[in-house]
C-alpha cells in the first residue's frame, strides 16, 4: 500500500558525525519536504523539492544539506555544522498540479535524532 | 515573528462536549488552511481543511470556521472523544508560495472520559 517511509526511527549522532535520514514516498507525488520539530513547538521548514534534481531551503537550512536523485526518495544529512540537532525530523510529500487549492501535505512516521 | 499562532498551549475537555481549538494568522497573503493531528512519535495526519473562499468547511465530527477579516480560524470537535487526545497543529499556505505550509506550535489537547 502506498505511503511515506522513514528510516531509521531512531538514530544516534556522535560529536562531528554527519548522519542522513532517509525518506521514501511510494505515493507518486511530486513535492517533498523535511521539517524539523523541538519539543513544544511546531514544525520548521527546513529544505523542500519540488522537482528531480531540484531543492530550495527552508526556513532552517543550516547545517543541513539534501539531494533529491529520484522522484520517490529525499534525504536529509545533518552535518557536523548543525549545533543543535537533538530534535524530531519528519519528511512529507504532496502533488504539485497547479490548481487553487493547495494539496495536502502527507507525513511519514519520523525519525527521532539524538547527539551522544 | 510566528506568522500562524496558536495561543493555547493546552485544552482538557469531558468526553462528549464540544472541543475548540484555536488558531491566527497575520499574513494576508495565506488563502488555503489545514489542520493536522499528531499522536507522540508519530507524524501529523490530515484532518481537515477550508479554502479563504468559504468560512466553513464540515467533515464529520470535525468542522473547520475561517474569520477572515479577524485573521482567525478555529476547529470544532463535536463530541469529543477519548481518541482524539493529541497535538493539533493549523497550518497555512500563501499562494504565491507553492505549496509551503507555515505551521502553528500547536495545541494539546486532552479529552477526559
Known amino acids: 500500500d502506498g505511503g511515506i517511509t522513514q528510516s531509521p526511527k531512531y538514530l544516534f549522532r556522535k560529536e562531528g558525525q554527519n548522519v542522513t535520514l532517509s525518506c521514501e514516498q511510494n505515493?507518486?507525488?511530486?513535492?517533498m519536504y523535511w521539517y524539523r520539530q523541538d519539543p513544544g513547538q511546531g514544525l520548521r521548514l527546513i529544505y523542500y523539492?519540488?522537482?528531480?534534481?531540484?531543492?530550495q531551503k527552508g526556513d532552517i537550512a543550516e547545517g543541513y544539506s539534501v539531494s533529491r536523485e529520484k522522484k520517490e526518495s529525499f534525504p536529509l544529512t545533518v552535518t557536523s555544522a548543525q549545533k543543535n540537532p537533538t530534535a524530531f525530523y519528519l519528511c512529507a510529500s504532496s502533488i504539485l498540479d497547479g490548481s487553487p487549492q493547495r494539496e495536502t501535505q502527507y507525513f511519514g512516521p519520523g525519525t527521532r535524532l539524538l547527539v551522544l | 515573528d510566528q506568522q500562524v499562532k496558536q495561543n493555547s498551549p493546552s485544552l482538557s475537555v469531558q468526553e462528549g462536549r464540544i472541543s475548540i481549538l484555536n488558531c491566527d494568522y497575520t499574513n494576508s497573503m495565506f488563502d488555503y488552511f489545514l489542520w493536522y493531528k499528531k499522536y507522540p512519535a508519530e507524524g501529523p495526519t490530515f484532518l481537515i481543511s477550508i479554502s479563504s473562499i468559504k468560512d466553513k468547511n464540515e467533515d464529520g465530527r470535525f468542522t473547520v470556521f475561517l474569520n477572515k477579516s479577524a485573521k482567525h480560524l478555529s476547529l470544532h470537535i463535536v463530541p469529543s472523544q477519548p481518541g482524539d487526545s493529541a497535538v493539533y497543529f493549523c497550518a497555512a499556505s500563501a499562494n504565491n508560495a507553492g505549496n509551503m505550509l507555515t505551521f502553528g506550535g500547536g495545541t494539546r489537547l486532552m479529552v477526559k472520559p
Open positions: 505515493l507518486n507525488h511530486d513535492a
Open positions: 523539492s519540488q522537482i528531480v534534481n531540484d531543492f
